[in-house]
C-alpha cells in the first residue's frame, strides 16, 4: 500500500513530457489559428471555432472519464480511481468553462445574443452545474471513503441525468416554437485550411487534459499520503 | 417489502407527531405561490400562463427543504447505525425512505395543486391527470432528493449542498411535468402530450433503478 501511494505520487517524466508537448501545441495551434483565413460569412469571428471545438470536446471527453473512474472505484475500491476521477472532473470544468466562455465571444457577433436556450447550451450549463456540485461536494467531505463514494455517487447520476436532460431540452423546445436563431455550426466544418488548425489545437489540448489529469492526481496522491502520516 | 413498509409508515408517523418541519414547508409554499401571484399581476391569463411553472419550482423547494426530513430524525438520534445492521441488503432502506418522501411530496403537491387552481386560475378539470402528472413528478424528485439525503445525512452544511447538487438533476423533471402541465391547463387533448408523461416514466424509473443500486454503495459503513 505504502509502496503504491510512493509510485503513483512520484512525478514522472512522462508527465512532464505529455505537458510540454500540449503546451507547445497550444502554442502552434494558435498561430495556426490566428494565421487561419477568414470563413466567408463569419470574417475573422470563425478563428474563435479553433479553440471553441477542441475544449467543448475536451469537456465531453472529461465527463466520460469521470464517469469510467468513478464506476472503477465503486467496483474495485482503489483510491487511485478516486483521485483520477476528481482530477478529471477538476481539469474537465476548467475546459468546460473555456468551451462555455469562447462560445458566448462567438455567439454574440454571429447570433446577435450571448446566450441561447438551446438544446446543447442548456445541457452543457446543466453539466457545469452538475461538476460544480461535485467539487463542492468533495470539499464538504472529510473523511476520504465516504468523500469518494459521495463524488463517485453524483458524478454517476450526474452523468446518466446528461442525455436524458438533452432530450427534454430538444424536445422542449422542438415542440412549440420554431426557432429564431438559424445555427449555422455545421457550415464550417469543409475547409482543410480551418480543419487543420483545429485537430492541431484538438491533438494539444488532449495532450494537455492528459497532462494536467496526471499532474493533479499525483499531487492528490501526494496530499494522501501526508494525510495518512 | 414489509420492510420498506413500516420504514415509511414509521417515519410518516414521526413526521406528523413532530408536525413542524412539515406545517412549516407548507406554509412557506403558501407564501411563496402568494407572493409570486401578487408579482404576475391581476390579469386571469397571465397567471393561468404562468401556473405550471409556479407549481413545478415551488415543489422542487419542497423537494429539497423535505429532503432532509428523511434522514434528519435518523441522524439526531442516531439510529441510523441500527438501520445500517439489520442483516439483508441495504436498498430496502431506500424504497422505505423513497416512499417516505413520495407521500410526503405527493401531500404537498395536492395542496399545491389546489392553491394554484384557486390563486393562479388554473382550471383542474381533467383532475385524473393532474394527480397523474403529480404522482410521477414527485416520485422523479424524490428518487433523487433520497438519495442525495442519504448520502449527505452526517454532514454540516447538507441545507445548502443539497439543492446544489439535487437542482440540475430535477431539471428534465420540471420541464416534462411542467409542459404537460400546461397543456393541460390550455385544454389541448391529452394524447397530443403524453410524450411528455412518457419521458417522466423512463425518467423515474432510470433514476430508482440508479440510485437503489448506488445506495448500499455510497451509504457509510
Same mark, same amino acid.
Request: zero cysteines; charged letters at 15%; aromatic letters at 12%.
Given at each position: 500500500?505504502?509502496?503504491?501511494?510512493?509510485?503513483?505520487?512520484?512525478?514522472?517524466?512522462?508527465?512532464?513530457?505529455?505537458?510540454?508537448?500540449?503546451?507547445?501545441?497550444?502554442?502552434?495551434?494558435?498561430?495556426?489559428?490566428?494565421?487561419?483565413?477568414?470563413?466567408?460569412?463569419?470574417?475573422?469571428?470563425?478563428?474563435?471555432?479553433?479553440?471553441?471545438?477542441?475544449?467543448?470536446?475536451?469537456?465531453?471527453?472529461?465527463?466520460?472519464?469521470?464517469?469510467?473512474?468513478?464506476?472503477?472505484?465503486?467496483?474495485?475500491?482503489?483510491?487511485?480511481?478516486?483521485?483520477?476521477?476528481?482530477?478529471?472532473?477538476?481539469?474537465?470544468?476548467?475546459?468546460?468553462?473555456?468551451?462555455?466562455?469562447?462560445?458566448?465571444?462567438?455567439?454574440?457577433?454571429?447570433?446577435?445574443?450571448?446566450?441561447?436556450?438551446?438544446?446543447?447550451?442548456?445541457?452543457?450549463?446543466?453539466?457545469?452545474?452538475?461538476?460544480?456540485?461535485?467539487?463542492? /461536494?468533495?470539499?464538504?467531505?472529510?473523511?476520504?471513503?465516504?468523500?469518494?463514494?459521495?463524488?463517485?455517487?453524483?458524478? *454517476?447520476?450526474?452523468? *446518466?441525468?446528461?442525455? *436524458?436532460?438533452?432530450?427534454?431540452?430538444?424536445?422542449?423546445?422542438?415542440?412549440?416554437?420554431?426557432?429564431? *436563431?438559424?445555427?449555422?455550426?455545421?457550415?464550417?466544418?469543409?475547409?482543410?485550411?480551418?480543419?487543420?488548425?483545429?485537430?492541431?489545437?484538438?491533438?494539444?489540448?488532449?495532450?494537455?487534459? /492528459?497532462?494536467?489529469?496526471?499532474?493533479?492526481?499525483?499531487?492528490?496522491?501526494?496530499?494522501?499520503?501526508?494525510?495518512?502520516? | 417489502?414489509q420492510r420498506i413498509l413500516w420504514l415509511a409508515w414509521r417515519d410518516l408517523v414521526l413526521e406528523f407527531r413532530g408536525r413542524t418541519g412539515l406545517f412549516s414547508v407548507v406554509f412557506f409554499l403558501v407564501v411563496m405561490l402568494f407572493v409570486l401571484a401578487l408579482a404576475f399581476g391581476p390579469a386571469p391569463q397571465e397567471l393561468r400562463k404562468a401556473a405550471p411553472g409556479v407549481l413545478w419550482v415551488a415543489l422542487?423547494?419542497?423537494?429539497?427543504?423535505?429532503?432532509?426530513?428523511?434522514?434528519?430524525?435518523?441522524?439526531?438520534?442516531?439510529?441510523?447505525?441500527?438501520?445500517?445492521?439489520?442483516?439483508?441488503?441495504?436498498?430496502?432502506?431506500?424504497?422505505?425512505?423513497?416512499?417516505?418522501?413520495?407521500?410526503?411530496?405527493?401531500?404537498?403537491?395536492? =395542496?399545491?395543486? =389546489?392553491?394554484?387552481?384557486?390563486?393562479?386560475?388554473?382550471?383542474?378539470?381533467?383532475?385524473?391527470?393532474?394527480?397523474?402528472?403529480?404522482?410521477?413528478?414527485?416520485?422523479?424528485?424524490?428518487?433523487?432528493?433520497?438519495?442525495?439525503?442519504?448520502?449527505?445525512?452526517?454532514?454540516?452544511?447538507?441545507?445548502?449542498?443539497?439543492?446544489?447538487?439535487?437542482?440540475?438533476?430535477?431539471?428534465?423533471?420540471?420541464?416534462?411535468?411542467?409542459?404537460?402541465?400546461?397543456?393541460?391547463?390550455?385544454?389541448?387533448?391529452?394524447?397530443?402530450?403524453?410524450?411528455?408523461?412518457?419521458?417522466?416514466?423512463?425518467?423515474?424509473?432510470?433514476?430508482?433503478?440508479?440510485?437503489?443500486?448506488?445506495?448500499?454503495? =455510497?451509504?457509510?459503513?
Amino acid at each position: 500500500m505504502q509502496l503504491s501511494a510512493n509510485l503513483s505520487s512520484r512525478l514522472d517524466s512522462l508527465t512532464l513530457a505529455i505537458l510540454a508537448l500540449g503546451t507547445l501545441g497550444v502554442v502552434v495551434g494558435f498561430f495556426m489559428a490566428m494565421s487561419s483565413p477568414p470563413d466567408q460569412s463569419q470574417g475573422y469571428v470563425a478563428r474563435i471555432f479553433h479553440m471553441h471545438v477542441p475544449t467543448a470536446w475536451m469537456a465531453y471527453l472529461a465527463s466520460f472519464a469521470a464517469l469510467f473512474y468513478s464506476v472503477a472505484y465503486l467496483v474495485r475500491r482503489r483510491a487511485h480511481f478516486d483521485r483520477v476521477a476528481a482530477a478529471t472532473v477538476e481539469v474537465g470544468l476548467i475546459f468546460m468553462a473555456l468551451a462555455l466562455l469562447s462560445g458566448m465571444l462567438w455567439a454574440k457577433p454571429t447570433w446577435g445574443v450571448y446566450w441561447d436556450w438551446e438544446p446543447r447550451l442548456t445541457t452543457t450549463a446543466i453539466l457545469f452545474a452538475i461538476y460544480v456540485g461535485y467539487v463542492v /461536494v468533495r470539499g464538504a467531505i472529510e473523511d476520504p471513503e465516504l468523500r469518494a463514494k459521495a463524488a463517485a455517487g453524483v458524478a *454517476i447520476l450526474g452523468s *446518466i441525468n446528461v442525455p *436524458i436532460s438533452y432530450m427534454s431540452v430538444k424536445w422542449w423546445r422542438s415542440l412549440h416554437q420554431t426557432q429564431s *436563431i438559424d445555427l449555422t455550426t455545421g457550415k464550417i466544418m469543409v475547409d482543410a485550411s480551418i480543419l487543420v488548425p483545429m485537430l492541431v489545437n484538438l491533438a494539444a489540448l488532449t495532450l494537455l487534459f /492528459v497532462g494536467l489529469v496526471r499532474f493533479r492526481s499525483i499531487i492528490a496522491a501526494r496530499e494522501a499520503a501526508r494525510e495518512e502520516v | 417489502m414489509q420492510r420498506i413498509l413500516w420504514l415509511a409508515w414509521r417515519d410518516l408517523v414521526l413526521e406528523f407527531r413532530g408536525r413542524t418541519g412539515l406545517f412549516s414547508v407548507v406554509f412557506f409554499l403558501v407564501v411563496m405561490l402568494f407572493v409570486l401571484a401578487l408579482a404576475f399581476g391581476p390579469a386571469p391569463q397571465e397567471l393561468r400562463k404562468a401556473a405550471p411553472g409556479v407549481l413545478w419550482v415551488a415543489l422542487a423547494f419542497a423537494g429539497s427543504l423535505l429532503a432532509g426530513r428523511a434522514f434528519g430524525l435518523e441522524v439526531e438520534d442516531s439510529t441510523l447505525d441500527d438501520l445500517l445492521l439489520l442483516p439483508g441488503s441495504r436498498e430496502w432502506i431506500y424504497f422505505g425512505k423513497l416512499l417516505f418522501q413520495l407521500v410526503l411530496l405527493l401531500g404537498v403537491g395536492l =395542496v399545491l395543486l =389546489v392553491l394554484a387552481g384557486g390563486l393562479f386560475h388554473l382550471p383542474l378539470q381533467p383532475w385524473g391527470w393532474y394527480v397523474l402528472v403529480l404522482l410521477l413528478g414527485s416520485l422523479g424528485y424524490a428518487a433523487i432528493t433520497t438519495f442525495y439525503a442519504a448520502m449527505l445525512a452526517r454532514l454540516r452544511g447538507r441545507e445548502v449542498l443539497l439543492p446544489l447538487l439535487v437542482f440540475p438533476l430535477v431539471i428534465p423533471v420540471v420541464l416534462a411535468a411542467m409542459r404537460f402541465t400546461q397543456s393541460l391547463a390550455e385544454g389541448v387533448p391529452v394524447g397530443e402530450v403524453l410524450d411528455w408523461l412518457r419521458l417522466l416514466l423512463v425518467f423515474d424509473a432510470i433514476y430508482v433503478t440508479a440510485a437503489a443500486m448506488l445506495f448500499p454503495h =455510497v451509504l457509510e459503513g
